[in-house]
């Protein structure tokens, strides 16, 4: 018998803007209404199955507060709103934000919503707004207010609750009492969520643990300096090493928990699976008896020979005297089911699953003291499912529950049976995600971010040791300000990894937090809160063009030289709110001669579906602002050709011949077309787009830069 843990991780940041007391993003609701309630309300379905959740504070904070009707959400404010008083900026904000979400399986399956999103547009450039405004009548802004957050409810919502059954039925033409009635289900169906996992805990099917209160990365809090253990030559902040502040926010998530569900929690997912050996004193002081990161966290930790057989079983891990279990997720297991199985048929991706736990049962002894664990965000994968996940889970579900020869777990029961018998004598530093910390430090933004709340913490520390008689409810709120920026999401969105719709909310709420610090103290806002953390500015590719090129454009590597004195810029895998190893692009080079720029794409085809709908735009942004758009993947048989056209201008795109796509892609377009002088600077990015819709973007954020060359540039890089 071959034991199955399944472990859905379930977090939010801190929304509330402490300045105003406004949530100014509704994630906390959104997800409540799908992933929370399906995940847990579809196991009174199956009760042969057991999981185990772990659920944050911060979230758990701010689902408490919506209970408890202490919460001004500006989303469900503007969608309350009668859509005949709407004002102008309210409709702007109406077609700006609500259409997020995953367009494919959100959007597009309803006619009513994606015909607003067609009469809208795609992608809005700011001067068009006003004009946009008047083409949407007070009907149309209702029927946008209620599929927005009827498309939001996930299955359960739409099997439990009658208004939104009949919401989907109806498709358009919704009146305000239509409108009140779904927002009125979504209050209703949150404040079901924590009493449902409390119910199914008491009952003993699923297994409650909890992450540190506000999801910091506890390794960078406990000195931020270990960072370099993983990433030895990575450019760093001042040190920033405060682990009685580690201690707090796992102290004060056992505490919370307890007060919600009723009793401690025996396990924790640190922060994005990020560990390290000066952790474990402060989980076991708190209580925490076991612990769950990344297998590659396991395989830099062992040492000597193994093999994959070593993921599957627990571990005992020590360090100055405390000791605490820990299992290793599956890596590649967990990321089929939050990224592959979404794009493939139900019955299918469950069948798949379970041939590979099958194939792992087979390699292992035949005793049943091996487990699996497959760890994985809880609420963001159903979005891309086309049914919200209800299918896939269904069937694997039911096919778990018969299965004579797997059986789900709860991880705590397990290893009370089951307690690990090997010793690991070492536990590397480093999280999920390529076993280090790059994702949320180490670029410039995120290292000003950190020294942001550096810089914010001193100055509390030293305002209340030079003022002993300040009251303490005012320093408690001032702390509390200073945990929740120490989150691990406000990093995230940081530097040049991921993107997002709402990156300069998340800039924003993160320097609020630091600014309300000062307010509390009655001291003013420094000015380094007071700017935007994350602007746009150029990135710096991994080697910078040193000379004039002349390739061959035949969509082949000709020969080693050709582009060896271009620049060169190295992709990033990933973009989003979670964490995928695949891209559509290795790397960019990019060069030029006197008369033609040139880039060479090196684009990643594997794996990859519809390439025939797939195109790549170079966007030129300046000295001129133009656009080169040419297929992925050209249907066969047909010449190459690239279209280029002026953003803005009315004149028919521009059709080049100069292109060649086989292997890899290369292309020239003429200085004198894209309205480039010597010495001008040059600024662009690559996106990958389907139709007007940006799938992704190189680089995430900000733009690779170049000099125009004129007639003595070889002297002076020569010289140079």
């Known amino acids: 018998m071959l034991n199955l843990a399944f472990f859905w991780h379930m977090h939010q940041p801190y929304y509330r803007d402490p300045a105003t007391e406004e949530y100014t993003l509704p994630w906390v609701r959104l997800h409540a209404v799908k992933g929370y309630y399906d995940m847990i309300s579809i196991l009174a379905d199956y009760p042969a199955i057991e999981q185990n959740f772990n659920l944050v504070p911060s979230l758990l904070l701010q689902l408490r507060e919506y209970e408890g009707g202490r919460v001004k959400d500006v989303f469900f404010a503007h969608s309350r709103k009668n859509a005949e008083d709407l004002s102008l900026d309210e409709k702007k904000f109406l077609l700006a934000n609500f259409f997020m979400g995953n367009w494919e399986t959100m959007v597009k399956p309803y006619p009513g919503y994606f015909a607003l999103l067609a009469k809208r547009g795609y992608k809005v450039p700011e001067y068009r707004w006003d004009d946009i405004l008047g083409y949407f009548t007070a009907q149309d802004y209702r029927d946008l207010q209620v599929w927005f957050n009827l498309t939001w409810c996930g299955h359960r919502a739409r099997e439990k609750k009658a208004v939104v059954r009949e919401l989907l039925q109806k498709g358009r033409m919704f009146s305000e009492e239509d409108k009140n009635a779904l927002l009125d289900a979504h209050l209703e169906i949150i404040r079901e969520v924590i009493p449902l996992y409390r119910e199914r805990s008491r009952k003993g099917q699923i297994e409650l643990t909890a992450s540190p209160f506000y999801h910091p990365i506890l390794p960078l809090l406990i000195n931020s300096e270990h960072a370099r253990r993983a990433m030895p030559n990575v450019s760093l902040p001042p040190a920033f090493s405060h682990p009685e502040d580690a201690a707090v926010q796992i102290r004060r998530a056992v505490r919370f928990f307890e007060e919600t569900f009723g009793g401690k929690p025996s396990g924790m997912w640190p922060s994005e699976g990020s560990v390290s050996p000066e952790l474990i004193p402060l989980v076991r002081k708190a209580g925490i008896a076991w612990m769950a990161s990344d297998e590659g966290v396991l395989f830099r930790s062992l040492s000597g020979g193994f093999g994959r057989r070593n993921l599957y079983q627990p571990y005992r891990v020590s360090f100055q005297e405390a000791e605490v279990s820990m299992l290793f997720r599956d890596h590649n297991l967990s990321d089929l089911v939050g990224f592959t199985y979404a794009k493939n048929p139900a019955a299918a991706a469950a069948g798949d699953l379970l041939a590979h736990l099958e194939n792992i049962r087979k390699s292992l002894p035949d005793d049943d003291r091996h487990i699996v664990l497959i760890a994985l965000d809880g609420e963001n994968p159903w979005e891309a499912y086309p049914d919200g996940g209800k299918e896939f889970l269904s069937r694997l579900y039911e096919r778990l529950s018969l299965h004579p020869s797997l059986r789900t777990v709860r991880v705590a029961e397990f290893l009370n049976r089951f307690p690990p018998r090997d010793i690991l004598t070492h536990l590397h530093t480093g999280s999920w995600i390529d076993q280090n910390f790059h994702i949320w430090i180490g670029s410039p933004e995120e290292n000003h971010a950190w020294g942001c709340l550096g810089r914010t913490r001193d100055f509390l520390e030293k305002a209340v040791a030079e003022n002993p008689a300040l009251p303490p409810e005012m320093t408690e709120a001032a702390w509390e300000e200073i945990y929740a920026a120490e989150g691990s999401d406000w990093f995230w969105w940081f530097g040049d990894d991921f993107t997002s719709d709402n990156d300069e909310e998340f800039d924003r709420l993160f320097r609020s937090h630091l600014s309300q610090v000062h307010r509390l103290l009655g001291a003013p806002v420094p000015e380094y809160l007071a700017r935007p953390i994350a602007l746009p500015h150029e990135v710096k590719p991994a080697i910078e063009p040193i000379g004039l090129i002349e390739p061959t454009l035949d969509g082949r590597v000709t020969h080693f030289y050709e582009w060896r004195e271009a620049g060169y810029f190295a992709a990033m895998p990933a973009r ?19 008369e033609n720029l040139y880039f060479r794409i090196d684009p990643i085809l594997r794996n990859r579906n519809h390439l025939d709908n797939l195109q790549f735009v170079v ?86 830069s170049l000099s125009v060359p004129d007639r003595d540039y070889e002297q002076a890089v020569w010289q140079v």
Do not use: W
């Open 576 to 594: 989003g709110s979670m964490h995928q190893d695949e891209s559509f692009l290795q790397g960019l080079y990019y060069g030029f001669n006197l």
């Open 619 to 704: 966007h030129l942004l300046a000295p001129a602002e133009f656009q080169i758009r040419f297929p992925v993947h050209p249907p066969e048989g047909e010449t190459g050709v690239f279209y280029l056209s002026r953003v803005g201008s009315s004149s028919p795109p521009k059709v080049f011949f100069s292109i060649g796509q086989e292997a890899i892609i290369e292309l020239a377009v003429p200085f004198r077309e894209i309205s480039c002088r010597p010495k001008e600077r040059l600024d662009f990015i690559l996106r990958v787009q389907k139709g007007e819709i940006e799938i992704e973007r190189y680089p995430r954020n900000g733009y690779l």
